[in-house]
């Protein structure tokens, strides 16, 4: 089929073809073709919204020389008469490869260093890379483009991080690239993905990919100033592309928020490829000002009849089949600029059915539409050349039957820069419908379809359905069926010839041979196509969607929760101050805060929760996290200062709520153990439903990781590359780059031009007292080494983590002033814990040592409580000093015990009720409390409870009975959120 | 609290003049009697103001004050204690490991896919500085199991003070542990295949190589066997009633599947994992199937479930009526010693204390076996027991002075008791 097009094609473009003057021509006369070609009586849109009713459209040289109802024609004009027919700008696509082949994956190990030179010393950092340098033309894709009503797309080389320029191409099949080519450096690209012609390991993650392109800027601006003395092409075509629009792929709604939030820093607006789910988040995404891309690639049902299979679909992905298509209006609702892709689908053919589809959950066509011309256009700066039929743009357009978007329109013709390219020949005629004739008694219905592309038919007998084949080809139908007696093979055969009439007439022979004239009548009713647009505008379809929550999925909430004034009466209330554990006490929480601690309080407006035989506590404080973020190593790098936990954020984490219902309510989300300088953390409250910025504790100083021992020399990989490998190692790497930093901060301070170096920023601010280190931590050789590397800087240590033979050196410890946060009883995991003992923590408190218990684990940390327990157990702690241990002491060492940790009038008021004694392993959280807040209440869980089981079926039914109307189902799939450990590899 | 410091200054007064606690306690040679405690008879039963009597390793005498029970041999006065009887870890890898990430201190996985006839205890370390650590939380007995392949091979139950493998068995080879092929795959995303869960293509193949593996281990036992075959050989136990077959499967088709095929094949089944067994607790309870529950201290398996549904877990089952136990699960080995808080924890769930202190005792004693020696405080049973100064099952109160394994007077001593010591007195001193 699509070889007879492209035949077709090629004869009816030759005469549109231009010679040019400079190119010398030896197979013939040179014949320049200087026709207007001008089409009539159509209905032409301009625009989208400027749209002119049986108009004329005159082009020449592919350009638009006028639109109207009032146009001169030139005598030298062939005349199309296209009435009936609608004529729309052809589409563009921003984010394409067309014609630009991906690079393939480059094997081998991976390593630390470029494999290029004379570029920039990442190889991921590609700037340089000039879609037109690579471009060739692809005509069978550019078929599929131009079916899909597609005139030009940017293309672009689709590796690495920054990508380098795109090209905006137009689909001519004639005329070579330089017709083709109408802007070679359109677009910058960047992603947030690797190339993949290095396998240079930095960066592992996506903190520092975000990192990385920061540094990159600065790298570029000391490039500029002439601050790096050798020749890198990289920065110098960064440089050179800065007046550009940057578009970047983001790929999903919470990238585009992080994404956004690096281009601000520079003062750089990207336009974002947008992952589909931007409707979750969509106060978020308007406040980013973007612009964006679209994919359409709405996900498919899954086939939920094995209920096996099916229970471990989560509704979070079940809603996300349910809710996609409502993203372009949410968007469009919004006032958010968007364009579509075709990136993403299968093939550009499922454009029309997926913005169909979106049109049913409520988006204007004319939004629609706009996304495929003017909001590209505008994005690329070119609103007269593309993207409308505006004098003096490019001769893109579209021939449809009717309006588009419609179901049964068709795209006749696709023009190019003047070039003609049919899609569905409108000389053809249309015979679909309804037809029906008798003989010998029998009548039967047969009924067309798809008879200008692909014809179908279906032909019955009294309800009996038969086999049918239908071809339709220069004006002949010729339909087989099978007789009416499906015992036999037996076949019929009809042979019309088409003409003006309504009814199919012509030749019938049965299976005996015997031939008869049949009429096969067309039905009445008018189901034409010309109906249809009128009869389905732009207004919702009968759409059943669930609500959206944050997050999106199970115990989501559909607005978060307030502060709330609450009185709580006759609790033990475990104060962690002077006063102890005090017994039958009321507390009252008021504008986010603890008002009053007493006996017999009352207040007016107050909620009053009986806390009579329960105990208020305050929140519990993990200082070792790994929960919420979508990266925790970067170990490209043996340090990594430069990258931030709070670029990578993750709201969406169950493992929020999961805490919360343990009775937590702070954590430090800490990098990984990866490489000795780690990266720095982010300090959250855990305000579920929020966003990644909300969650942020706005009072915490800042803190970075630093990591010692097995891990950091990469003890298990047999085949390192990266130094350090010893112990002895790990202490020269930290004196090199405290040396380093402190010449640095020594220039910045002095007023010398310097590098702006993100790592030495970060180092900088630990030696001017700026940033705290929590530092894992095991063996008492290194724990005593960290602590005279930080002395002999000039700084102090202010935390070791996991620590866990810290009991033995306690009293340098607790001479230098560091704080210790372990684990209550690990052990015997790997060889430098052979001598960690669950006393350690009652040994490091006893010596006065300022000692929490954490849980670097997203299971443990939801029952601290009973980790906490655990050291009286061992070590007889006292039932005070140990809940302490998961409350005020991780506060001491965040320094945030100025707000939280104890339940102190005018502390914020993260609090939990207990059912129990909370050190018990029998106490549950009943309420959990932030700033006044409640993120947690147990009542409100079990209604969530039915709420997510109602939901599930509501959704499973709903997808079983798309799969009953015949749609096309996906396999069970379940993503599996990782649990991030230390160790963890991401 | 202060008798709690109390207490910790007496201990520590009375260790520092002990010596040798690794070694292993000698056989009773003198009667024992406990008195004046809080006895939990491990049966969902509790005997205030108790008195136990043991005898050559064998308890020959409980009851409450009214028993009139006469004080024999050594006298324990444990007023304001706890009595309980030793906790049973099932299917755990102590003395196969004892640094996981140390590969050659790790002897849990032979290569191979049917290995029925690889045993666990040939290597278990009975001086290993792990097991040595359960002990001070109560865990005194614990089946040994291998787990690699298909079919890993066969347990053995061990009791945990001991000189040698040979010693320490208290019941050898119960049992073979197959593990049942899952319905679910990952994505090797390494391959370029999208990470995350999808249906198991291949499942109805492997559960069929396991079926074939029983019939032809059955074909062969039916023959003359005079060329040996090692590992058809090592299932005839399986089909004779002897040992127990331990299914690993967690999820309710794998259940399903291994409960019809245990059936059909009149074998002994066991589940282990079970995670989703609250789903078939009809088809468990109509076959007298038992379950060992992964510990409680786990997450929920999917975004949706109840937060607390690994918590609850244990109940479902204990209140549908099936047979229930807790065991370590795929922790790491040095986690069987927090077995009682993993029974504790179903107690916030609304189980009984009793009966929450089943799922580590009499239940397990039960599912493995070995219910006539162990798993209650009952008179004809061993003197596997000991004597806690709180609630055992809650970390605020598991604080063991005395426990026994066969009568014999155990050390509680640990390699992490001697360090706490050691620098304990190093800072006293300073």
């Known amino acids: 089929m699509i070889k007879k097009y492209l035949i077709l094609m090629m004869l009816l473009c030759t005469f549109s073809l231009m010679a040019q003057e400079h190119v010398p021509k030896n197979d013939g006369v040179k014949s320049i073709n200087t026709n207007y070609t001008v089409f009539t009586n159509a209905k032409i849109y301009v625009t989208p919204t400027q749209v002119i009713d049986k108009g004329t459209l005159l082009i020449h040289n592919g350009k638009v020389v006028a639109t109207g109802t009032t146009v001169n024609i030139p005598v030298n004009a062939v005349v199309i008469d296209v009435s009936g027919k609608s004529i729309y700008p052809s589409f563009i696509d921003l984010y394409s490869s067309f014609g630009v082949e991906k690079p393939k994956r480059q094997n081998g190990g991976s390593r630390y260093d470029a494999n290029r030179e004379g570029f920039y010393w990442n190889d991921h950092i590609r700037p340089e890379q000039n879609a037109v340098d690579y471009f060739e033309y692809d005509s069978k894709t550019a078929t599929a483009l131009r079916k899909a009503g597609f005139g030009v797309v940017n293309t672009h080389l689709q590796d690495g991080i920054m990508r380098g320029t795109g090209a905006l191409v137009a689909l001519t099949n004639e005329g070579g690239n330089g017709e083709r080519i109408l802007n070679d450096r359109s677009a910058d690209y960047l992603s947030l993905s690797k190339s993949v012609k290095t396998s240079q390991s930095y960066p592992s993650s996506l903190m520092g990919t975000l990192a990385l392109i920061r540094q990159v800027h600065h790298d570029a601006d000391w490039y500029a100033k002439g601050g790096i003395t050798i020749k890198d092409r990289s920065l110098e075509a960064f440089n050179k592309n800065k007046g550009i629009v940057k578009i970047i792929a983001a790929g999903s709604k919470i990238n585009a928020l992080r994404v956004d939030k690096v281009g601000d820093e520079f003062n750089t607006q990207y336009v974002i490829l947008g992952g589909g789910d931007e409707y979750e988040r969509i106060k978020d995404i308007k406040a980013t000002n973007a612009s964006f891309i679209l994919p359409l690639n709405f996900p498919k049902a899954y086939d939920v009849e094995d209920t096996f299979a099916a229970s471990v679909l989560d509704l979070s992905t079940m809603r996300e089949w349910n809710q996609r298509p409502s993203n372009p209006k949410a968007l469009a609702d919004n006032g958010i600029t968007f364009s579509f892709t075709v990136d993403g689908l299968k093939s550009p053919d499922m454009l029309n059915a997926n913005i169909m589809k979106a049109i049913e959950y409520g988006l204007d066509k004319t939004k629609a539409l706009e996304a495929l011309t003017t909001v590209p256009a505008q994005i690329l700066g070119q609103p007269n050349k593309i993207g409308s039929l505006k004098n003096g743009a490019y001769a893109n357009f579209l021939i449809t039957s009717g309006e588009l978007f419609n179901k049964g329109t068709k795209i006749y013709e696709n023009w190019v820069k003047g070039e003609r390219n049919v899609i569905n020949d409108m000389t053809v005629k249309d015979i679909d419908g309804d037809y029906a004739f008798t003989m010998a008694g029998t009548t039967y219905d047969i009924s067309i379809s798809g008879s200008s592309s692909k014809p179908k038919a279906d032909v019955k007998s009294n309800g009996k359905q038969l086999g049918a084949k239908i071809t339709y080809k220069d004006n002949w139908v010729n339909l087989t069926f099978t007789s009416t007696d499906t015992t036999k093979q037996e076949f019929m055969r009809f042979t019309s010839r088409v003409n003006q009439g309504d009814n199919l007439s012509g030749k019938l022979i049965d299976p005996n041979g015997n031939s008869v004239f049949v009429v096969a009548q067309k039905a009445s009713n008018d189901d034409g196509k010309g109906n249809e647009m009128t009869k389905r505008g732009g207004k919702a379809k009968d759409v059943k969607m669930v609500p959206v929550t944050y997050p999106n999925g199970a115990y989501g909430v559909s607005q978060l929760p307030k502060q709330e004034t609450v009185l709580f009466k006759n609790a033990t209330v475990w104060s962690n101050e002077s006063d102890g554990i005090l017994k039958n006490t009321d507390v009252l929480i008021k504008e986010g805060k603890i008002a ?246 009652s040994i490091m408190h006893n010596v006065g040592i300022t000692t929490a218990i954490n849980s670097d684990d997203g299971e443990m940390s939801r029952r601290l409580n009973q980790e906490a327990a655990k050291t009286m157990k061992y070590g007889g702690v006292s039932e005070e000093d140990a809940w302490k241990m998961v409350t005020l002491n991780p506060a001491k060492l965040l320094h945030i015990d100025n707000r939280v940790g104890s339940i102190k009038v005018g502390k914020d008021a993260d609090v939990v009720l207990w059912s129990d004694n909370p050190l018990s392993v029998y106490a549950k959280a009943e309420k959990t409390m932030i700033e006044g807040a409640t993120y947690f209440d147990i009542e409100k869980d079990k209604q969530m409870r039915l709420k997510i089981k109602q939901e599930r079926s509501e959704l499973m039914s709903m997808m079983l009975q798309e799969k009953n109307k015949g749609m096309k189902t996906q396999p069970i799939k379940v993503k599996e959120k990782q649990l991030l450990h230390c160790d963890s590899m991401d | ?329 795929n922790n790491s080995n040095f986690q069987t010693r927090n077995l009682p808080f993993y029974a504790g924890q179903v107690v916030g769930q609304g189980m009984g204390k009793e009966d929450a202190l089943k799922l580590i005792t009499s239940n397990i004693a039960k599912i493995l076996g070995i219910d006539n020696q162990l798993g209650t405080i009952e008179v004809g049973k061993n003197a596997t027991l000991f004597v806690s100064e709180g609630d055992a099952l809650d970390m605020k109160g598991n604080q063991l002075t005395h426990a026994f394994i066969d009568g014999r007077a155990i050390s509680l001593e640990t390699h992490q008791t001697e360090l706490w010591k050691r620098y304990h007195n190093k800072y006293q001193g300073q």
Not at chain 1, 780 to 789: A, H, R
Not at chain 2, 104 to 126: C, F, T
Request: aromatic share 8%; with cysteine.
């Open chain 1, 596 to 841: 009053k601690i007493g006996t017999n309080l009352s207040n007016r407006n107050a909620t009053v929760v009986d806390a009579t035989g329960k105990h208020l506590t305050a929140g519990i404080i993990d200082e070792h996290s790994h929960l919420a973020a979508a990266s925790i190593n970067e170990g490209g790098q043996n340090s990594s200062a430069e990258v931030t936990i709070e670029d990578v954020l993750d709201p969406e984490d169950i493992g929020i709520y999961r805490n919360l219902a343990g009775g937590v309510t702070s954590i430090q989300i800490l990098h990984g153990s990866a490489n000795p300088i780690g990266g720095r953390s982010a300090i959250i409250k855990l305000k579920w439903g929020e966003s990644a910025d909300g969650l942020i504790n706005k009072n915490a100083p800042k803190f970075i990781k630093f990591a010692l021992g097995e891990n950091v020399k990469q003890s298990r990989s047999q085949n390192g590359t990266r130094f350090p490998r010893t112990r002895m190692g790990v202490e020269q790497l930290f004196i090199d780059n405290f040396t380093r930093a402190k010449e640095y901060d020594a220039k910045k301070k002095n007023g010398q031009p310097f590098r702006y170096d993100l790592e030495m920023e970060t180092l900088a601010e630990i030696l001017n007292g700026e940033r705290f280190i929590s530092c894992h931590s095991y063996v008492q050789s290194e724990i005593n080494m960290m602590m005279k590397v930080a002395e002999r800087f000039g700084f102090k240590m202010n935390t070791f983590t996991h620590i866990l033979e810290g009991y033995k050196v306690a009293d340098i410890m607790k001479e230098h002033g560091v704080g210790a946060s372990t684990f209550s009883d690990w052990w015997a995991y790997k060889y430098e814990v052979n001598d960690a003992i669950p006393y350690n923590a």
């Open chain 2, 1 to 329: 609290m202060r008798k709690l410091i109390y207490i910790y200054s007496v201990l520590m007064l009375s260790c520092s003049l002990t010596f040798a606690q690794q070694t292993p306690a000698d056989k009773q040679t003198q009667a024992i009697t406990i008195t004046g405690a809080t006895i939990h008879v491990g049966d969902g039963t509790v005997i205030e103001q108790g008195t136990v009597v043991f005898e050559n390793g064998k308890i020959t005498a409980v009851g409450d004050s009214n028993s009139n029970i006469t004080a024999k041999g050594n006298v324990i006065d444990a007023s304001g204690k706890h009595i309980y009887p030793g906790f049973i870890g099932a299917n755990t890898n102590l003395g196969l490991v004892e640094v996981d990430a140390v590969n050659a201190s790790n002897d849990q996985v032979e290569m191979g896919s049917m290995i029925p006839h690889v045993r666990s205890l040939i290597a278990y370390n009975a001086e290993s500085k792990v097991v040595e650590s359960m002990r001070p939380n109560g865990i005194l007995t614990a089946q040994v199991s291998p787990n690699g392949g298909r079919i890993s091979g066969t347990s053995s139950i061990m009791q945990l003070d001991a000189w040698n493998w040979e010693d320490a068995v208290l019941k050898a080879d119960d049992g073979i542990h197959l593990n049942w092929p899952s319905s679910f795959t990952r994505g090797r995303w390494w391959l370029g295949e999208p990470p995350g869960l999808k249906p198991n293509s291949n499942y109805g193949s492997q559960v069929n190589d396991v079926v074939n593996f029983v019939k032809e281990s059955k074909a062969y036992l039916k023959g003359k066997r005079t060329t040996k075959n090692m590992p058809f050989e090592a299932m005839e136990g399986l089909f004779d009633g002897s040992q127990k077959l331990y299914v690993h499967v967690n999820d309710e088709k794998g259940i399903t599947d291994a409960v019809n095929f245990a059936v059909e094949n009149g074998m002994k089944m066991v589940v282990i994992g079970g995670y989703q067994a609250y789903t078939v607790t009809g088809l468990l309870k109509s076959n007298n199937i038992p379950v060992l529950l992964d510990h409680t201290h786990s997450l929920p398996a999917n975004e949706d479930q109840d937060y607390d549904l690994p918590y609850k877990n244990p109940k479902l089952l204990a209140d549908a009526g099936v047979l229930v136990g807790i065991h370590t699960g």
